[in-house]
């Protein structure tokens, strides 16, 4: 979406996730610079994998599942199950294999290709309604 | 329904253009009436006005094309009942807010069990008994022939028939209760051949004293799914063959995990989807009469899906 280059984007959101694990110096970085994304493609592709069956969603009408939490202000969001910065890359890895990263939640790991991935992360990171 | 996909939608496709030429030209007449009533000559007008177009226009046309259409709509349909009695007979039960399957014998006994999911052989038709198990529901799949009313204490029939192998989407289409519109249904048409390999599997698996349906995987958290299932209390209510769990009251689950669809034809059926309907399904379909197991924790959520997914 920012980017300038083609590979410009892969070092430094790997960076951004290293640093988000070891560090929290200073505001976290939660800019969609995830590269070229599509985010309605990101929005149908919340609907189509089911992700609406337990979160809610402010422009997805139904399903609104109540089991998981409410990400209608997702993008405003400090921590991803309130424990990893909400940094791109992190949440990128998050939504394609939840349990790797929270032992025990209840999200299972979600088959998406890269390009899938990006175009949810970057829907998530732009939910700011309220 | 303006998209047949075989010969008995194709039917009903052919009266509702049918019909709507026949209303775009009485609109028109309509228009051109009123056009000369306000602008036409004096002599047009009064002819207009006369008592013999009153007769004719008001009412010898009208009623004669009501009589033709009611006589030739009638004769058209008759063909989507009428059964040659050697069709393969299935049963579709609705509920509040789901659909049981069964398939019958020649007899009519029931020799498999099944829910919201519709498999029939593509290239011939098939007859489906409709009954209701609560209140009026009507089953209606667009693409592949009429619509039907289920009502309770009554057995109504009617024929599916699919040119093409395929997956075909289905809707109540009488409104039933709050979450009606989320009361969907899927209809599998199949190669012939592949469908009578497919039923007789079915058969067998239902028939089956010993467990078939347990997975033989060493995967812990179908294991534990499995003995969850028990004490969780879902058994009360859904049947597995070959286990214990024989309860009626909700859609049979023995093959829950090769149904395209979860909640009755509305969610693709998916980990995620089968954690987060077991959790609360009462968010996704309001007042459906299975409640939210918000009392499981994450884990056992986990592996009850993963039992589910099992079962196929």
Not at chain 1, 10 to 26: E, K, N, S, Y
Not at chain 1, 53 to 69: E, N
Not at chain 2, 30 to 53: F, H, I
Request: net charge neutral; charged share 20%; aromatic share 8%.
């Amino acid at each position: 979406m920012v980017d300038d280059s083609a590979l410009g984007w892969w070092p430094r959101w790997l960076v951004t996730a290293c640093l988000g694990l070891v560090a929290c110096d200073g505001p976290p970085d939660r800019a969609p610079s995830v590269g070229d994304v599509d985010l309605a493609r990101g929005r149908q592709l919340v609907v189509e994998k089911g992700c609406a069956a337990c979160h809610a969603f402010p422009d997805v009408r139904w399903p609104r599942g109540g089991l998981g939490p409410d990400l209608q202000a997702f993008g405003r969001q400090g921590l991803i199950a309130g424990q990893l910065p909400n940094q791109p890359g992190v949440l990128m890895q998050f939504i394609r294999n939840a349990p790797a990263l929270v032992p025990g939640t209840a999200m299972p790991a979600i088959a998406l290709s890269d390009q899938e991935a990006r175009d949810v992360t970057a829907y998530l990171l732009q939910l700011k309604s309220r | 329904m303006l998209d047949p996909q075989g010969p008995l939608s194709n039917t009903v496709t052919t009266l509702a253009w049918v019909l709507i030429a026949l209303m775009t030209a009485i609109f028109l007449l309509v228009c051109a009436s009123m056009w000369v009533a306000l602008y036409g000559s004096d002599t047009l007008r009064e002819r207009l006005g006369g008592e013999k177009v009153v007769r004719w226009f008001g009412l010898i046309i009208p009623a004669g094309i009501l009589f033709l259409l009611l006589a030739w709509g009638t004769t058209m349909v008759a063909g989507m009942t009428t059964l040659r009695g050697d069709e393969p007979r299935m049963r579709v039960a609705g509920n509040i807010y789901w659909w049981r399957v069964s398939y019958l014998d020649d007899a009519g006994r029931e020799v498999a069990a099944d829910a919201n999911e519709l498999h029939i052989p593509a290239g011939r038709p098939v007859v489906v008994e409709m009954v209701s198990e609560d209140v009026i529901h009507s089953f209606w799949v667009p693409k592949l022939g009429g619509k039907m009313d289920m009502i309770p204490g009554r057995v109504n029939r009617l024929k599916l028939h699919a040119d093409r192998a395929g997956v075909y989407g289905g809707q109540c289409a009488e409104f039933c209760g709050g979450a009606h519109s989320l009361m969907g249904f899927v209809v599998v048409a199949h190669e012939a051949a592949d469908w009578e390999r497919w039923l007789a599997g079915r058969r067998a698996a239902s028939a089956a004293a010993v467990p078939t349906s347990v997975p033989s995987t060493g995967d812990v958290d179908v294991q534990r799914g499995r003995r969850l299932f028990g004490d969780a209390g879902c058994a009360a209510c859904h049947r597995i063959a070959g286990t214990p769990a024989q309860g009626l009251s909700g859609p049979d689950l023995t093959h829950v995990g090769s149904r395209l669809s979860l909640g009755a034809g509305i969610l693709p059926n998916t980990r995620a989807t089968l954690i987060g309907w077991i959790g609360d399904s009462q968010s996704i379909k309001p007042n459906n009469r299975m409640p939210s197991y918000r009392s499981l924790g994450a884990d056992e959520l986990r592996a009850l899906a993963a039992y589910m997914e099992s079962l196929r």
